[in-house]
């Protein structure tokens, strides 16, 4: 008995003798593999270092506008005739963060409007006595834009580059438009300086209308043999004998190139300089826009005057656009934001564009934003007023767009924010509201008011 | 006249460049009316400029595209 006792005591101690030579070796092992494994758990564990994301939540933004034209000297009638147009917009912006670096934005847009000088591509409606200052209601008078542009851009860890890329697409009843385009910025200086570069490309193309009483003496017309003739009665000159042919090509190419600049110069001022460089080809004419030359005798049906042709425009044009902001903080009420552009082009256009905006915070929640700007251009080589243009001239227009003038804008604005988004409409808390009204009034006929309204809602 | 004024203002930005504005000093720098970019509410209005006018670009507005003919 004594001798089992004896034996198992002894198993005991070696098991325990065991026990203990284990637990010393990974005590050892513990302390002689401590540094490494400290250092493995540094490489895998890391407190992660804070990175703000580029765009917090996803945002969406609602912009609508109202826009309003009118002026006696419509493009669509040879330099005159009634502007008059009314244009309604409703756009969608939807910004989403993928995650900390990268943020995909989608903008929807539709456009819908209706114009009087359009409407006159075909003003013989029968319905009311054909003129140049009178709306037809012809179907070109109205017409629908839509626009989808989806673009990405990815910021680097430390913010200081930053990459993005777009895709667009619009369609309208004569026109369908892609664009493709994408920019970089660098930020340095301890992001106090900004360089930025980018392109875009636009491949265009027309469903080219062109002005009724042509069309038939286009290739393979039949002149004056056509209906309209034969039902209505030529005034003026009655030997109405256009030579008038369509364009062969309907696509129209841009392409963008624009460099930017800005720096922070004090605590409360900061400035950009930017150069864009665009470059079109193609049909650069609006087929539907007529001219009337000053050596082809008047032919009228009703009190509408014929076309004599439609616009002729070289099929390249290069622009060159130059500009400078500054933007200063004058106190917590006030700032300054001002804008200077220089522009010239090889049409002959050189233009100037002033702008200065004075938002006023007259509240923790509501600024003002008074602003004034002023514009003026030359014409361009081609452009002919109404009815001086010749027969004999290689390239013409009577789009008044292009001609001489100078304007006035006057705007006011008020902004609603409330950085806490207390207003909600489902899981969208209410950010801003933004309201605008801008009067632009050339030195001719020519007037135009805008008014739009903005929301900004933020995913809570 | 306009080539010295866009010098001048290129030496005065070029000149500024060694200056640097803390990240605690921007606060005022961060004042949503100071962003150089063009206001989203604006686009509309950028838009008719651009139809209306020959003159586009160097305003962060689009530059090429689109009929912009009514």
Redesign the interface.
Known sequence: MAEKQAEAAAVIKTKTTKQMNTIKQLLLSSIILSPFLALSQDASDSIPVYKKRVLESVEVDFLSSLYGQNGDNAAVTGGSGTEQLMDGTATLVISIPLNADDVLTIDAGVSAYTSASSSNINPFDNRKIADNFQASTGASGSDVWTNVTGSYSHSSDDRNDIWSAKLSVSNEYDYFSTGAGGSYTKLFNEKNTELSVHGSVYIDTWRAIYPYELRPFAAGGNGLFNNLFRSNTITGNTNYDPTFSTFDSEGRYSYALGFGFSQILHKNITGSLALDLVQQSGLLSTPFQRVYFADVENSYIQNFQLADDIERLPGSRSKVALGGKLNWYLNEYVVLRSFYRYYFDDWGIQSHTASLEIPVKISSKFTLYPSYRYYDQTAADHFKAYETALSTDLYYTSDYDLSQYSANQFGFGLTYTDIFTNAHIWRFGLKSIDFRFYQYNRNTTFRSSIGTLGFKFVLN | M?KRI?SL??IA?AA??C?????Y??V??N??????AE???????AT??S??????????GK?????G??
């Open positions: 306009i866009l203002l290129v930005f500024s460049a200056v640097v504005v803390k990240e000093e921007k005022n720098l004042d949503p009316d100071m962003t150089l206001k989203s509410c604006n686009r509309n209005l008719a400029h139809y209306r006018e020959a003159a586009v670009g160097a305003n962060g530059t090429g595209g689109g009929c003919c009514n």
